[in-house]
Each structure stands twice: as C-alpha cells, then as structure tokens.
C-alpha cells in the first residue's frame, strides 16, 4: 500500500459504526414519533402530560414526580408492558439508543475472532457488551 | 441521482420530514386538547418539547463548530438557571453526550479517522467509572437531600471554572506525538492502525505506548462524567493524547465513538430509577442527533473559531450561577441579588466582546499576509 492510498478500515470497524449509526438514527425517529403519541392520547400514558412538566419545573424529586404523575415508577423496562403507549414507545426509542452499542459490539466480536483472527478484542468488545446487559438488566446495583 | 437521496443526507432529510409533520401534529392536536383542573394546556406542552429540541439542536449545533461536547454545555447551565432536580438534569444531560457520540461513531468508523481497538479497549475501563460515577449520583441524591444538591453544584461550578481555564490556556497536547518507546503490553495490543490523513494528503500510522497507565486515567474520567452527566470529551482527549501519544485527530475521533460506547452502561442506573423522563429526554435527544448531524454536513468547514470565546464566557457564566447556587443550598449565602447577576452577565459579555473583536483582527491580519 503507497502513503497516498486510503487504507480500507477493517470489517469489525465498519459493522460497528454502521449499526451504531443507523441505531442512533432509529432511535432518533421513535422519539420523534413518541411525544406526539403521547399527545395524541393523554389517557395513553404512563405519565398524565398535564401535570408532567409543571412537576419537573417546580424542581421536585424523580421520586416524588412518579408518584404524582403517574401513582409510582413503573421500572425502567415499562416500555416492555406499555410499548403502544406515548411514554412507552418514547421509552423503547430511549432504551434501544442507550443498548445501541451492545448490539453492534456483539458481531464486532465475531468479526474480530474469525475473520480478523484477533480473539484480545473478541473478548475486549464481549467484556464491554456484559457490562451494557448488566447494567441494563439492573444486576449490579448499589441501591 | 441527487446528493439530497444518498447517505447521509437521505436520513437527515427522512428525519426532518418526521419532525415536522411530528411537532405539526402536536401543535393542532395540543390547540385541541381539553386542560384539566390545575394541569398545563396541550399548547403549552408544544411549546416546552419545541422548545427543548430547539436548545438542544442549538448547543448541538454550537458544540460542532466550538469543539465542546454538548453535555458541558446543558448540565452546567440547566443545573444554574432551572430548579429541575439535579439528578433529573444529570441523567438526560449523559443522554445529551452519549447520542451526539453515537450520531458521530458512524462517519468515524467509516473515514477510519476513529480507532475501534482503542475505543474497546478504554470503553472496558471508562464503562466501570461511568457506572460507578451514576451509582454514587443517585446515592447523593436519595441520602444528602438539599446539602447533596448543593454539593454538586458547588463541585461542577469547580470543574467547569477549571475547565473555562483550561480552555483558554489550551492545556498540553501534541498533534503528532513522538514515541521513543513502545512498552511489551502496548505491542502485544497491536491497537495502531493506519489512517489517511487529509490535510496531508497521505497514509498515517502512529506508535502507541503505556497503554496500562491510559486504563487508570480513563475510569477516573468515566466517574466523573457518569457522576455529573458531563460528556468528558475535554479528559478523554489528553488522556489519550498525553499519555497514550494517540495523534490529536484520531484522539478527538475516539472521544465522541467512547462516550457513545461507554455511557450506554453508564446511562442505565439513571434508567433504571426513573431519573430519565422520556417526554423531557426525548427532544434533547432528537436536537443531538439532528443538530450533530446537520452541524457535521454543513458547518464543520466554517471557520468560526470566536465561537470558542462565546461557550468560554458561557462557561464562566454558568460556572458564576453554579457556585452561588450551590452555597446558597448549603445555606452559606442568600439569593443573589438580580442586579448582581446582571453585572455579571454584562462583564462577561464584555471581556467575551473584546476578545472576539482581537481574535477577529488577528485573522483578518493573517488573511492580509
């Protein structure tokens, strides 16, 4: 390969960046898509819309803010029981962005151990994806 | 075929056709709605969520051009001009940083100017921190009550006066690196990996080393970023560049591929204890992901470097709101007087002036030349 040429990225790299990418981007439009079905159908909400802003505004506690809105936190995945409602699929959108590099770490993985014959960073990349499902899942936890 | 129907402007111009037809339907549906007794009215609810996309679109924006991470700039200011809960502020601001990373991992790994084998071997350390860094958030918070929040105003108005410094002063870093020696560990990580270099219009590889010494310094800047839901662009790079000699490029590059990698396990506490709202978090999002993408396509070849004075004196102004804020929950102090905030404002914005009106001068000199 000459200095000038553009050395071609490695497969591992370019399936990471594009699932990551394109994750985003989904993301992105369910929570686009979310707020105005929440709007649509206040009734259709974890949190009643009404009373949802003027409680973060006057500065009161998560706590506090769910039981008011929406009589107690319903836990972190309610998007799995409510995925039709406004906050629900708005939830799912949020969920899916913030897991978005564990799905894409998974076939980096594989990439890395078969093709790229580079098993340091197959298990440098399922290392990282634990820790996002553990974190998702709530397993370590302090509190 | 035109440009407007190819990647990336196919999925920017698919995501401004939602947004528009999304925020239209929420404004006939919300001029619709019937207000409940002692609840906001639907027009009102439009105008907050069009609101926040507007500011986040806005600091995505701002950030694309100034070279500061858009998490520096919400949670500072939200935590020193609103009375929304510090822990609430501090969850969506981490989504704040995360998704403008994500949004930036995708060119990155295609240009090759990011390195994933440097990413996944930091993000298995900064994850710990981050994660840590929440877990200690929401333990201030459920147990220290207003001192807690006072703390932490008081701690991020210290971080972000020393940060606004270090900006100016612009802190070491080296472009290219020199490397005299590789250590035993470094090379058996094989993480260099060659990338062309534009400006230069060649190939580049770089050595790597102390790559063991990099871990211990990433999980001190995963805390801290997990803790105040701060991106840590600002750490990630010197740490990377200083110790790690990755070139400066590629160290930015990385930067925003870690935070987007790192804080999906750094996020999911905040998650998981409801500090994330969706409603108030989703319009933040969208404003990164839009902002950073249209900010990336039409405003990285402005050369607007004045930009960088503004989020400065932004910076020291918030930093001003922060600390005063802070003493005033830990009862050292009383309200400050609007007058005070006033004079401030307009001190900064003068010394801010000046500055620019130099920096502008100095470019026209150099253009002249």
């Known amino acids: ?29 369910i929570c686009m898509i979310g707020p105005f079905i929440s709007m649509k159908n206040p009734d259709k909400n974890v949190m009643n819309p009404f009373y949802l802003f003027a409680a973060i505004f006057e500065g009161k506690d998560t706590a506090t803010i769910w039981q008011e809105v929406a009589g107690g936190f319903p836990g972190g995945h309610f998007y799995l029981d409510k995925f039709f409602y406004g906050d629900g699929f708005t939830q799912f959108g949020l969920a899916m962005g913030c897991s978005v590099a564990a799905w894409a770490l998974i076939p980096a993985a594989f990439i ?11 298990i440098l990349c399922l290392w990282v994806t634990l820790l996002i499902i553990l974190s998702m899942v709530g397993i370590v936890s302090s509190h | 075929m035109s440009r407007m129907f190819r990647s990336p402007w196919l999925e920017v111009n698919i995501m401004l056709v939602v947004l528009i037809i999304s925020f239209a339907g929420m404004y006939l549906v919300g001029r619709g709605l019937e207000t409940p007794p002692g609840g906001m009215s639907g027009t009102a609810i439009f105008a907050w969520l069009l609101g926040f996309f507007l500011l986040s679109f806005g600091i995505a924006l701002v950030a694309v051009i100034g070279g500061i991470g858009g998490g520096v700039l919400f949670t500072p200011f939200m935590l020193a001009f609103t009375s929304v809960d510090s822990l609430i502020v501090r969850a969506t601001g981490l989504i704040v940083a995360m998704f403008s990373g994500l949004v930036s991992t995708g060119p990155f790994m295609r240009g090759g100017l990011a390195n994933l084998r440097i990413c996944v071997f930091c993000a298995a350390a900064y994850g710990i921190g981050a994660f840590s860094g929440a877990q200690g958030a929401i333990f201030v918070a459920q147990n220290l009550g207003e001192a807690g929040e006072g703390f932490v105003r008081l701690a991020l108005g210290l971080i972000l006066l020393s940060l606004a410094i270090y900006f100016i002063v612009g802190g070491k870093k080296i472009e290219w690196p020199e490397v005299k020696h590789v250590d035993k560990f470094t090379k058996w990580l094989k993480m260099s990996q060659p990338y062309y270099e534009v400006s230069v219009k060649r190939v580049i590889d770089y050595p790597l080393t102390r790559a063991g010494w990099v871990l211990i310094a990433i999980i001190g800047v995963g805390l801290l970023s997990g803790f105040f839901g701060l991106g840590a662009g600002w750490a990630i790079v010197p740490a990377q560049n200083v110790i790690m000699a990755v070139p400066l490029k590629v160290a930015a590059a990385n930067s925003g591929v870690l935070l987007g990698m790192g804080d999906c396990i750094g996020v999911w506490p905040y998650l998981l204890m409801g500090a994330i709202i969706p409603v108030f978090a989703a319009p933040w999002l969208v404003g990164q992901v839009l902002g950073g993408l249209l900010g990336a396509l039409i405003l990285i070849k402005v050369k607007a470097g004045f930009v960088r004075y503004l989020l400065i004196g932004f910076m020291f102004f918030a930093c001003f709101g922060l600390l005063t804020k802070g003493l005033k929950l830990l009862g050292v102090m009383g309200e400050v007087p609007m007058w005070l905030n006033g004079l401030v404002f307009l001190t900064i914005c003068i010394i801010v002036t000046v500055l620019i009106v130099r920096y502008i001068k100095a470019e026209a000199r150099l253009g002249g030349e």
């Open chain 1, 1 to 29: 390969m000459s200095a000038g040429t553009r050395p071609i990225m490695q497969l591992s790299q370019r399936v990471y960046g594009e699932i990551v990418y394109w994750g985003t981007i989904l993301a992105a439009i």
């Open chain 1, 112 to 122: 890395y151990l078969f093709k790229e014959k580079n098993p340091t960073y197959t």
